[in-house]
């Protein structure tokens, strides 16, 4: 289904964000080769080539994503937040695990793997060996899903907003596809969450100078 968004309804947009999460799991540039991973490579610089502007975020499942990626792909990789600046208005896009505050097993797991002599040390493990510890990592992941996930902790997140100048805020991570009113300093500001992608279904939120609004994204760009 996402390689038909990628081939259909992305193609009429001039850019498109990607919050991470885009795979279950990434254990390093240097298995472009596998063919699901070749598959969706060709598809995002298929629709680069066509001229959208890709960019991506990293998510918990794919913080290894790196440069050689992102050169296969014709993408360039955003910073986590990231602040978007548009003529009409002001969006700050985020993954949104950071601010997910009162999970403090998560939290002490992304601190770990999002450092950067955890990470180099991964990548030197062979193919093989990171393959078995990323469906260790899936696994731990799918038995944390039958809990409730955390939402943001709402005092880090007014702070985030204030930080931000009070700009549209759009995430994912949390599971909880929504749109929320904040009263931050006596300023209305938005925070849209991201809907999961499934094998029959996904949502995209997309921009049109004026107006935010999900779009249902169904199999074969069916409308």
């Keep these: ?105 998560y939290m002490a797991f992304r601190a770990r793997v999002r450092s950067p002599e955890w990470q180099r040390r991964m990548l030197a493990r062979p193919r093989w060996l990171r393959r078995i510890i990323a469906r260790y990592f899936r696994w731990r992941s799918r038995n944390m899903a039958r809990a409730v996930y955390a939402d943001l902790n709402p005092a880090a997140t007014d702070d985030f907003l ?23 300093d006596g300023i209305h500001v938005e925070r849209w969450v991201l809907a999961d992608w499934h094998e029959d279904r996904g949502e995209c939120l997309a921009w049109d100078g004026e107006t935010l609004t999900r779009e249902a994204v169904l199999p074969e760009n069916r409308p």
């Design 162 to 184: 204030r930080d931000h100048a009070y700009a549209t805020f759009i995430h994912g991570h949390t599971h909880r596809p929504a749109t929320h009113d904040h009263i931050v």
């Design 1 to 105: 289904m996402f390689l038909g968004f990628l081939a259909g309804r992305v193609r009429r947009a001039d850019a498109l964000y990607i919050l991470g999460d885009l795979f279950e799991a990434w254990i390093g540039d240097d298995d472009l080769d596998d063919p699901y991973n070749a598959r969706i490579v060709s598809a995002l610089r298929a629709a680069a080539d066509a001229g959208v502007r890709i960019a991506f975020m990293h998510g918990n499942r794919d913080f290894l994503i790196g440069e050689r990626f992102a050169a296969a792909a014709g993408i360039r990789l955003l910073a986590d937040p990231h602040d978007l600046l548009l003529p009409e208005w002001s969006f700050v896009l985020a993954h949104g695990d950071a601010l997910c505050l009162d999970d403090n097993g």
